[in-house]
């Protein structure tokens, strides 16, 4: 019947199949028996066993219910696994994603960081630059001053010699013209002194 196919499916035992009655299935049993008795010979070997002892439905259906219970047993454990499972990949994916937004605020905190460092080093360099500027201005005009300087020496280093003599030239022609001037005025004295004398007597 279906429900012994079902039990045997399920891992359950059939009840065994009868064999025919009579010969050939036919129900005739008396011209067996006759014959038996009439030749006396030994009764017929028992039918092989096929499918093992009999048993009731109740029996089957208990194997049946045994190995469905199995089933549920084994499909909670794996329901348990995979809820475990899924409750650990939930917190691992709730710690990384904690992780990732705390590292994206310490990037960002960072980044804006070193953006007003930038700005500051931009203006720094802006106003380095300005200075540099200044100076540069201010070098240039300091070597060309050393550079007059340099000139006027190495001028009057040239000509030192020749102002030296120059100068001792005009003191020495100084020196000369006063003793003259000097002279001319004694002269001069004493010409006078003699016309006067000249007048008294």
């Not at 939930?90 to 310490?106: H, I, N």
């Not at 460092?117 to 240039?140: P, R």
């Not at 020496?153 to 022609?173: F, M, P, T």
Request: proline share 4%; hydrophobic share 35%.
């Amino acid at each position: 019947s279906a429900e012994d196919r079902i039990a045997v499916n399920m891992g359950g035992t059939a009840p065994p199949t009868e064999p025919p009655a009579g010969i050939a299935g036919t129900g005739i049993t008396v011209f067996a028996q006759v014959s038996a008795h009439s030749q006396r010979k030994a009764a017929p070997p028992p039918p092989p066993e096929t499918f093992g002892a009999y048993t009731t439905k109740a029996e089957g259906n208990n194997g049946v219910m045994q190995m469905i219970g199995m089933l549920v047993q084994e499909l909670d454990k794996e329901m348990n696994v995979a809820e475990a499972e899924e409750k650990d990949a939930q917190g691992d994916y709730e710690t990384l994603m904690k992780d990732s937004a705390e590292k994206r605020a310490a990037d960002s905190k960072s980044l804006s960081e070193k953006e007003a460092a930038k700005a500051d080093t931009a203006v720094a360099l802006e106003k380095h630059t300005e200075d540099k500027a200044s100076a540069s201005k201010e070098l240039a005009a300091t070597n060309a001053f050393i550079a007059s300087l340099h000139a006027e020496c190495d001028w009057i280093l040239q000509y030192h010699g020749v102002r030296k003599e120059a100068r001792a030239s005009e003191i020495d022609s100084l020196g000369k013209a006063k003793a003259v001037l000097s002279g001319a005025d004694f002269s001069l004295l004493q010409t006078g002194n003699r016309g006067f004398l000249r007048r008294r007597s």
